[in-house]
């Protein structure tokens, strides 16, 4: 059995944040084309999502040195000026429809949001990205879904953004965020009740 020294530990501390967002997002875009390859497309993942963050959040939250290196993006609340309109599909219906479109992707690294509905929060049930210029491109339109009407319909929230995975810095910063025109584009794609 192999004992993990301190300096092992050190060393895999002292890594550049930046050079390990850029490792973290080539793995990440290697395991999923590996898995489109192996499905034909590229799961939406929001169960894991569901399930992980949360818990990440958690633990950020009991252990001060793992929380600092947690960014706070994990269960926020979507915003008014996202709403982009209702579909009369179940959320199930959305996704599988978002899956066969072309260039539209699972969004796997995107936080956790929901909607407050009175007292309650109603978690997203779906994250995607619609990017034009295919899986790489920089720019994206986020897309959440969340239930309405007992899950008969869906929600679609949107915004246009800088893609996490080729511009991760920037996105994480917001920078060109636009809600405004990440509606426009949704409603332009779907036929929703606004």
Do not use: C
Request: charged share 25%; aromatic share 8%; glycine share 8%.
């Amino acid at each position: 059995m192999k004992v993990v020294t301190a300096t092992a530990i050190d060393t895999v501390s002292s890594i550049d944040p930046q050079t390990a967002a850029v490792a973290g997002t080539a793995i990440g875009v290697v395991v999923l084309f590996g898995l489109q390859h192996h499905y034909g497309h590229i799961p939406s993942l929001w169960r894991l999502r569901r399930l992980a963050l949360p818990l990440v959040a958690g633990v950020a939250k009991t252990d001060t040195e793992i929380g600092d290196a947690i960014p706070e993006k994990t269960r926020l609340p979507l915003q008014e000026e996202e709403f982009a309109g209702v579909l009369d599909a179940t959320p199930a219906e959305v996704r599988a429809q978002l899956r066969d479109r072309a260039r539209w992707y699972g969004a796997p690294l995107a936080s956790i949001q929901y909607e407050q509905v009175d007292d309650d929060r109603v978690y997203e049930v779906g994250s995607y990205a619609y990017r034009e210029q295919g899986p790489l491109g920089e720019w994206q339109i986020h897309v959440r879904l969340t239930p309405r009407d007992g899950g008969r319909k869906t929600a679609l929230w949107a915004h246009r953004e800088k893609s996490p995975w080729r511009r991760p810095v920037e996105h994480y910063n917001a920078e060109g965020w636009s809600a405004e025109e990440g509606v426009a584009v949704v409603r332009d794609h779907f036929d929703v009740d606004s």
